[in-house]
């Protein structure tokens, strides 16, 4: 596989080993989706304080409004934190 083959297969294995813990497969509930953001994303969530910054992201992605994230969602907010990543990077660069 390529590396962008590979990190797509990551992206959704990653997202599968977390719903897969409890309720819809398909879906995670707001403790799975904390359980994967403080896993796999610990230096992002160092920078996340309160609970309310985190309850207030899990409201924005859930665009269903179905109290859970399903992986559409979850790669909305995949997308939007790498540009973010990417457009720190290339400032970096200047």
Request: hydrophobic share 35%; proline share 1%.
């Amino acid at each position: 596989m390529t590396d962008l083959e590979t990190s797509m297969a990551t992206i959704i294995a990653v997202f599968q080993k977390y719903s897969e813990r409890e309720g819809d497969k398909h879906k995670l509930k707001k403790s799975e989706l904390r359980e994967l953001l403080h896993d796999e994303l610990p230096e992002l969530m160092a920078h996340v304080k309160d609970q309310a910054t985190l309850d207030s992201l899990m409201e924005s992605l859930d665009t269903d409004g179905d109290a859970e994230c399903n992986f559409q969602e979850f790669m909305t907010f995949v997308s939007l934190v790498t540009v973010c990543c990417h457009e720190f990077f290339e400032h970096e660069d200047d």
